[in-house]
Nanobody
Protein backbone atom coordinates (compact mmCIF):
# COMPACT_ATOMS: atom_id res chain seq x y z
CA UNK A 1 0.00 0.00 0.00
CA UNK A 2 1.56 3.24 -1.11
CA UNK A 3 0.57 6.77 -2.00
CA UNK A 4 2.62 8.32 -4.78
CA UNK A 5 2.59 12.10 -4.98
CA UNK A 6 3.64 14.48 -7.70
CA UNK A 7 3.51 18.19 -8.31
CA UNK A 8 4.56 20.93 -5.95
CA UNK A 9 7.29 23.47 -6.51
CA UNK A 10 7.99 27.16 -6.08
CA UNK A 11 5.66 29.88 -7.33
CA UNK A 12 4.88 33.55 -6.83
CA UNK A 13 1.91 34.69 -4.77
CA UNK A 14 -1.26 34.55 -6.82
CA UNK A 15 -0.12 31.69 -9.00
CA UNK A 16 -1.42 28.11 -9.07
CA UNK A 17 -0.14 24.60 -8.52
CA UNK A 18 -1.66 21.15 -8.84
CA UNK A 19 -0.72 18.27 -6.57
CA UNK A 20 -1.61 14.67 -7.35
CA UNK A 21 -1.82 11.59 -5.14
CA UNK A 22 -2.07 8.14 -6.72
CA UNK A 23 -2.90 4.89 -4.95
CA UNK A 24 -0.39 2.11 -5.59
CA UNK A 25 -1.22 -1.44 -4.60
CA UNK A 26 -4.83 -0.64 -3.74
CA UNK A 27 -7.73 1.46 -4.97
CA UNK A 28 -9.50 4.45 -3.51
CA UNK A 29 -12.86 2.68 -3.52
CA UNK A 30 -14.74 3.64 -0.29
CA UNK A 31 -11.75 5.69 0.86
CA UNK A 32 -11.31 9.22 2.12
CA UNK A 33 -8.25 11.09 0.87
CA UNK A 34 -6.96 14.28 2.42
CA UNK A 35 -4.09 16.71 2.02
CA UNK A 36 -2.16 17.86 5.08
CA UNK A 37 0.26 20.80 5.10
CA UNK A 38 3.20 20.31 7.43
CA UNK A 39 5.59 22.93 8.65
CA UNK A 40 6.83 24.84 11.70
CA UNK A 41 3.99 26.07 13.85
CA UNK A 42 1.31 24.24 11.91
CA UNK A 43 -1.27 22.14 13.66
CA UNK A 44 -2.08 18.74 12.26
CA UNK A 45 -5.19 19.48 10.21
CA UNK A 46 -5.96 18.87 6.59
CA UNK A 47 -6.78 21.62 4.16
CA UNK A 48 -9.02 19.49 1.99
CA UNK A 49 -10.42 15.99 1.69
CA UNK A 50 -12.68 13.99 -0.57
CA UNK A 51 -14.87 10.96 0.04
CA UNK A 52 -14.88 8.44 -2.81
CA UNK A 53 -18.40 7.20 -2.01
CA UNK A 54 -20.07 10.32 -3.35
CA UNK A 55 -17.23 12.78 -4.07
CA UNK A 56 -18.15 14.85 -1.02
CA UNK A 57 -15.47 17.46 -0.46
CA UNK A 58 -14.47 19.39 2.65
CA UNK A 59 -12.19 22.43 2.83
CA UNK A 60 -10.46 24.23 5.65
CA UNK A 61 -11.38 27.88 6.16
CA UNK A 62 -7.97 29.08 5.03
CA UNK A 63 -8.36 27.60 1.52
CA UNK A 64 -12.08 27.85 0.81
CA UNK A 65 -12.67 29.47 -2.53
CA UNK A 66 -9.03 28.98 -3.58
CA UNK A 67 -8.40 25.21 -3.55
CA UNK A 68 -10.40 22.44 -5.19
CA UNK A 69 -10.04 18.69 -4.83
CA UNK A 70 -11.13 16.00 -7.24
CA UNK A 71 -10.87 12.26 -7.73
CA UNK A 72 -10.24 10.39 -10.96
CA UNK A 73 -11.51 6.94 -10.05
CA UNK A 74 -10.23 5.37 -13.25
CA UNK A 75 -6.67 6.43 -12.35
CA UNK A 76 -7.09 6.17 -8.55
CA UNK A 77 -5.68 9.66 -8.35
CA UNK A 78 -6.74 12.63 -6.25
CA UNK A 79 -5.85 16.12 -7.42
CA UNK A 80 -5.50 19.23 -5.28
CA UNK A 81 -5.79 22.34 -7.40
CA UNK A 82 -4.28 25.25 -5.51
CA UNK A 83 -5.18 28.68 -6.86
CA UNK A 84 -4.41 32.20 -5.68
CA UNK A 85 -1.57 30.86 -3.58
CA UNK A 86 -0.31 32.91 -0.66
CA UNK A 87 3.03 32.86 1.19
CA UNK A 88 1.16 31.40 4.16
CA UNK A 89 0.38 28.31 2.07
CA UNK A 90 4.07 27.40 2.06
CA UNK A 91 4.47 23.91 3.54
CA UNK A 92 5.21 20.29 2.78
CA UNK A 93 1.92 18.87 1.54
CA UNK A 94 1.25 15.20 2.22
CA UNK A 95 -1.69 13.15 1.06
CA UNK A 96 -3.25 10.56 3.31
CA UNK A 97 -5.94 7.93 2.91
CA UNK A 98 -8.11 5.60 4.98
CA UNK A 99 -11.45 3.88 4.80
CA UNK A 100 -14.17 6.51 4.74
CA UNK A 101 -15.30 8.26 7.90
CA UNK A 102 -18.80 7.78 9.26
CA UNK A 103 -19.05 11.58 9.50
CA UNK A 104 -17.45 13.00 6.38
CA UNK A 105 -16.63 16.29 8.13
CA UNK A 106 -14.16 14.38 10.32
CA UNK A 107 -11.85 13.95 7.36
CA UNK A 108 -9.78 17.08 8.02
CA UNK A 109 -8.80 16.14 11.56
CA UNK A 110 -9.26 12.37 11.68
CA UNK A 111 -6.68 9.60 11.78
CA UNK A 112 -5.26 8.15 8.57
CA UNK A 113 -3.33 4.97 7.98
CA UNK A 114 -1.49 5.59 4.72
CA UNK A 115 0.65 8.61 3.90
CA UNK A 116 2.57 9.90 0.92
CA UNK A 117 6.13 11.15 0.97
CA UNK A 118 5.30 14.87 0.98
CA UNK A 119 5.71 17.62 -1.60
CA UNK A 120 7.31 20.97 -0.97
CA UNK A 121 5.17 23.95 -1.93
CA UNK A 122 6.87 27.32 -1.62
CA UNK A 123 5.03 30.57 -2.31
CA UNK A 124 7.01 33.78 -2.40
CA UNK A 125 5.64 37.30 -2.24
Amino acid sequence: VQLVESGGGSVQAGESLTLSCTASGFTFGHYAVAWFPRGPGREREGVSCIDERDDTTVFGDSVKGRFTISLDSARDTVYLQMNALKPGDTAVYTCASRYTFRDRTDCLAGEYDAWGQGLQVTVSS
